[in-house]
């Protein structure tokens, strides 16, 4: 191998569906063993280091159903350390994609701020003509039905 291939990092797809042969309580323990074998395996280097958004990734779901596969990005320091992290696909210079993402978070935001405004005006809308044709339902109502005589308080009487 040369210094570049040493230096630059790899890319894996780890399988980890053997995870499921263990105790569903023992699953994601079993997946970061699995991931740190595969890097010793492949990176050859006993010192193996997880970074922490994989770590975060693999335990997002819970101790017994983590991920069944991974996409990993691995990477070897001068001291023979491996560091695995998840890999995330860049499509072009990461500066543009930053600003692309920021304009898009920044107008993303004000439409949903005006749109939340709107869906909240039509609901108050909705809601008042609602209650109005409610009102005025049970009003027609009262006026339809017959007057009934209330029943006086006080002593029943006796029938014999």
């Known amino acids: 191998m040369s210094t570049l291939d040493e230096d630059s990092p790899r890319i894996y797809t780890v399988n980890l569906g053997k995870a499921w042969l263990t105790p569903q309580y023992k699953r994601t323990d079993r997946v970061v063993n699995m991931i740190r074998e595969f890097a010793r395996k492949h990176m050859k280097s ?3 280091k997880l970074d922490q958004e994989l770590n975060r990734h693999v335990w997002e779901r819970g101790r017994t159903n983590p991920p069944r596969r991974l996409r990993v ?10 560091v ?3 890999y995330e ?3 072009g210079k ?17 439409e949903k701020n005006d749109n939340k405004e709107e ?10 003509s609602t209650t109005e044709k409610k009102q005025e339902e049970i009003k027609e109502a009262q006026k339809r039905r017959p007057k009934q005589e209330k029943p006086r308080k006080g002593r029943k009487s006796k029938k014999s």
């Open 73 to 82: 990005r691995m990477a070897k320091d001068e001291g023979g350390i491996v």
């Open 46 to 48: 006993k010192e193996v």
């Open 119 to 128: 869906e909240e005006e039509k609901d108050r809308e909705k809601e008042d």
């Open 84 to 86: 695995v992290s998840l």
């Open 94 to 110: 990461p500066e543009e994609i930053a600003d692309d993402e920021l304009k898009e978070n920044q107008f993303s935001e004000q």
């Open 89 to 91: 696909e860049v499509i």
